[in-house]
């Protein structure tokens, strides 16, 4: 159950089962990896999103919108899969975001992050010990008709176009080492638009910026690592995102610090303050988030999260990623808090 104060000019209060949560967003899936021999398996994974406040589908009411995809898995050169799939993004940010893609996040500064899937995409992942690495090639990332308010922060764009090979293309790639003790990652992300729909580039809130050229660009680069103490853990990053178009260009800068804390193996608090600047807009915003969670055994756990949003005088931020319609009029603050279930099974 959420609660978010400030909303919109009137600056009242929504309490909601919002459709996302403050931990793992809720799905359901298929994993399937079946051996052909002792070095290639043949792997695959069909995975939905639940929105529990309406039953609904996710990701603009797919049947698999978070992936969907078949190939290959070999000891010597890593894997090679088709279809819907996650941007390296995604991957490169495992470690350096600790609080990940919760209701109050990276995803509250740039809702792309936790929606960073390609359809009609190639992929390719290996690791070497500590070292991993990948790539993403999409030949048009987004075929659907639905919204941008369905899919939020993702874009729509027309998909494959036999006249414009660069329609709607998008490609990632990534490289991370990770460590007991220290991981660092690096990541980069591009998406082109085209020429026959609209791109959604969600800035400041609600802003969008069209891209309806397919030489039209909006192109994401971030950096991060973490460090462990025993029990403690922090992770720091910088994610800059630039969106390049024949009408105008915008940068996005957004720099983050989180922590986490093991007071006990059932008992855990972790959190974090981000900031975003957007010289565009000459806006910019700090966000302050608190997570406590308790875990009743490996699949049962409860928690409480708290996230503040600081908004400069032109900003609207909304502190929620937990759906549309709860943003702050610009200039305002916003407090919102979360409290739920998680059980894995």
């Not at 690096?186 to 397919?214: E, K, R, W």
Request: charged share 20%; net charge neutral; hydrophobic share 35%.
């Amino acid at each position: 159950m959420e609660n978010v104060t400030n909303v919109g000019p009137g600056e009242g209060t929504v309490t909601r089962v919002p459709s996302t949560t403050g931990s793992v967003p809720s799905n359901v899936g298929l994993d399937l990896r079946r051996s052909v021999d002792d070095s290639i398996a043949v792997v695959g994974k069909a995975e939905m999103g639940i929105y529990l406040d309406s039953g609904s589908s996710g990701q603009g009411s797919r049947l698999f919108g978070r992936q969907i995809y078949i190939g290959l898995d070999s000891r010597r050169f890593g894997s090679v899969t088709f279809g819907r799939q996650y941007s390296m993004l995604l991957y490169a940010l495992g470690g350096g975001d600790i609080l990940g893609p919760n209701i109050q996040g990276i995803g509250s500064f740039d809702a792309y992050i936790p929606n960073a899937r390609h359809d009609n995409s190639v992929v390719w992942r290996t690791k070497f010990d500590k070292l991993s690495l990948g790539a993403h090639y999409s030949f048009g990332r987004d075929a659907s008709t639905t919204s941008s308010v369905s899919v939020p922060g993702s874009g729509i764009c027309g998909g494959e176009d036999p006249g414009d090979a660069s329609r709607c293309r998008s490609w990632s790639a990534m490289a991370k080492y990770d460590d007991p003790r220290f991981g660092v990652a690096v990541a980069v992300d591009n998406q082109n638009g085209g020429s026959a729909t609209t791109q959604a580039n969600l800035f400041n809130g609600a802003s969008l910026i069209p891209m309806p050229s397919s030489s039209d660009e909006d192109r994401r680069i971030t950096a991060n690592g973490y460090v462990r103490f025993g029990a403690l853990k922090l992770a720091g990053g910088w994610l800059g995102r630039k969106v390049s178009t024949t009408s105008r260009d915008v940068t996005q800068d957004m720099t983050w610090l989180q922590g986490e804390y093991a007071i006990t193996p059932k008992v855990v608090v972790d959190g974090g303050f981000f900031h975003v600047e957007n010289d565009d807009q000459d806006t910019k915003a700090n966000l302050y988030v608190i997570r406590g969670s308790y875990r009743f055994d490996d699949r049962l756990s409860t928690y409480l999260s708290l996230g503040w949003v600081d908004n400069g005088e032109d900003a609207a931020y909304g502190v929620s990623t937990g759906g549309g319609g709860v943003s702050p009029a610009p200039g305002n603050s916003q407090l919102g808090s979360m409290v739920g279930v998680r059980y894995r099974f």
